[in-house]
Every structure is written in structure tokens, then in C-alpha cells.
């Protein structure tokens, strides 16, 4: 069955940077893109872009441009999510999402991890 | 960047009510558009993708429906175990953007 399962929570000083990983399994890791979409606590959904695990490109939300960096290690099928320059605005729960059918980019997700609490504070 | 608007924000619906949940997208986004339900302390779940296919395993009193840029998602028979919050999102292109959420009790 498929399966994403996420690093664990991590508390980070302001100013920090924030690794997560996504660890997936169950399907062919180099065909479906994997998303991160963020949610703050008692907000809603933030998508923050893709990575195609085939070819290790991105896309990622304007917001995020030039803070985030998502990468690809193909060899034990896991996607990372990289966030910098953390602050208090941060802290929220990170999921990994996988794409469903369609355009990989730009689809809906049919497969989430269990999500990665991040806490930022001083 | 395209919006997505849901209405109402929140509901209280009696076990067995037919419950409709509202999504206006503020330009057109063909059929590009998913409902999710979140669980309270939970990862949301795919419930309904192209505006009105039902995700595999889905109970079938969940449907979803669009009339332009107007997209409903329609509980025939609320159920306790619908409490949850649910979010539509449009995907027809990038930014992906979800709506604020609906959150849904029984009353």
C-alpha cells in the first residue's frame, strides 16, 4: 500500500533552517510528484510547492521563493523539504502530499504523510 | 492568483440532514477543482477530484457538483463521523490555493 511517512517534530530557534523528510513506499517514487503543503495551528491548508522526483525539479509558491529548497534522494525513494531564515510565523504542521493523476504540477493529492510539527521559538 | 471562496465557514447540522458546502472560485477553473475532509488532530483526506468523481473508498452520500466557477460539495445524510473540516482546492494551475475551510458539527 502506499505509503509517505514523515521525520518527527522539530523545535527550531528563530533564524533557523528546517529539514523534513518524506519517506515513501508502496508505488514507483520517480512517476508522481511529491508536494509540501503547510497548516498552521487552527489554520487552513498553505500549498509550498513541488518536487518530481524523476528529474529534481521545483516548483514552489511565490511566498516561499528564495527560503524554501525541496530535493530528491532517488536511491531511497524520499523527498526532503529545506525552510530558512525561520521565525515564529513558521510553526505549523508540514505535510508531504503525493500528485495524483493528471498534470503533476498542478493536481489534487491523493496520498498524505502522518505531517511533521515544526515549532519555532525563542 | 486565483481565490477560493467557502461558505459558510462553519455549520451545525442534525444527524441525517442533507449538508451542502459551497466553493466560488474567483476566475474560471474549468473542472480543476478537490474536496478534502480533515479530521480534527488528523491528515486531510481526497474525498471527491475533477469537480464530481468520488475517490475510491469514499461513502457515496459524499458528491460534488459545479455550475461555472461555483462548486458545491453535498453530504446526502450527515453521519456523525462527517465531523470534520472540509477545504476545497482548485489545481488548474500553479499557485495550487485551498479555500479557508468549512468546518462542519452535528448539532
Known amino acids: 500500500q502506499v505509503q509517505l511517512v514523515q521525520s518527527g517534530a522539530e523545535v527550531k530557534k528563530p533564524g533557523a533552517s528546517v529539514r523534513v523528510s518524506c519517506k515513501t513506499s508502496?508505488?514507483?517514487?520517480?512517476?508522481?510528484?511529491i508536494h509540501w503543503v503547510r497548516q498552521a495551528p487552527g489554520q487552513g491548508l498553505e500549498w509550498m510547492g513541488w518536487?518530481?522526483?524523476?528529474?529534481?525539479?521545483?516548483t514552489y509558491a511565490q511566498k516561499f521563493q528564495g527560503r524554501v529548497t525541496m530535493t530528491r534522494d532517488t536511491s531511497i525513494d524520499t523527498a526532503y523539504m529545506e525552510l530558512d531564515s525561520l521565525t515564529s510565523d513558521d510553526t505549523a504542521v508540514y505535510y508531504c502530499a503525493r500528485a495524483g493523476v493528471g498534470v503533476p504540477g498542478a493536481t489534487y493529492f491523493d496520498y498524505w504523510g502522518q505531517g511533521t510539527l515544526v515549532t519555532v521559538s525563542s | 492568483d486565483i481565490q477560493m471562496t467557502q461558505s459558510p465557514s462553519s455549520l451545525s447540522a442534525s444527524v441525517g440532514d442533507r449538508v451542502i458546502i459551497a466553493c466560488r472560485a474567483s476566475?474560471?477553473?474549468?473542472?480543476?477543482l478537490a474536496w478534502y475532509q480533515q479530521k480534527p488532530g488528523k491528515v486531510p483526506k481526497l474525498l471527491i477530484y475533477?469537480?464530481?468523481t468520488l475517490q475510491s473508498g469514499v461513502p457515496s452520500r459524499f458528491s460534488g457538483s459545479r455550475s461555472g466557477t461555483d462548486f458545491t460539495l453535498t453530504i446526502s445524510s450527515l453521519q456523525p463521523e462527517d465531523v470534520a473540516t472540509y477545504y476545497c482546492?482548485?489545481?488548474?494551475?500553479?499557485?495550487?490555493?485551498f479555500g479557508q475551510g468549512t468546518r462542519l458539527e452535528i448539532k
Open positions: 508502496g508505488y514507483t517514487f520517480s512517476v508522481y510528484y
Open positions: 518536487v518530481s522526483p524523476n528529474s529534481g525539479g521545483t
Open positions: 476566475q474560471g477553473i474549468s473542472n480543476f
Open positions: 482546492q482548485k489545481y488548474n494551475s500553479a499557485p495550487i490555493t
Open positions: 475533477g469537480a464530481s
